[in-house]
């Protein structure tokens, strides 16, 4: 039981390291989503719907990469950090909501605690995109 409860405690932490890393990614995987399932909404088949995604999802981190490189201002530099990490919070909140909604009784605390999630993975993916010294 304690060796059980030890491994759950250590998956929760891997995953949450997981999401922190990977938060960064939330607007492209978003946008190659939206972009693979109406290429294959068209009848176009999975290889090409696949493609699609793939390719949505390099174009808009290439796109990010040449704006955050040539942006001379602050607040382009902040728009784009924040066009970024939006996407993240609702992820975040997510993630951390599945969470709390398998380890906590219902009630307020599920809600603060997702919020705070989703604060907390926002200010990871900000930050990441905030060091990004192209």
Known sequence: MLIGL??????????CALLF???IYALPLFVAFLAGSATYRGDNGIV????????????????????LAFAKSDLTRVAIGITFAAPAAVA????????????????AWQLVVSLIGAAVIATASWTQWSRARL
């Open 6 to 15: 030890a491994l759950i405690i250590v998956a929760v932490f891997m995953i």
């Open 92 to 107: 975040g909140y997510h993630a951390v909501h599945g969470i709390a909604a398998a380890t906590m009784p219902q009630g």
């Open 48 to 67: 090409a719907a696949l493609s699609a995604a793939a390719i949505a999802a390099i174009l808009l981190l290439a796109a990010a990469h040449f704006a």
């Open 21 to 23: 890393r990977l938060s």
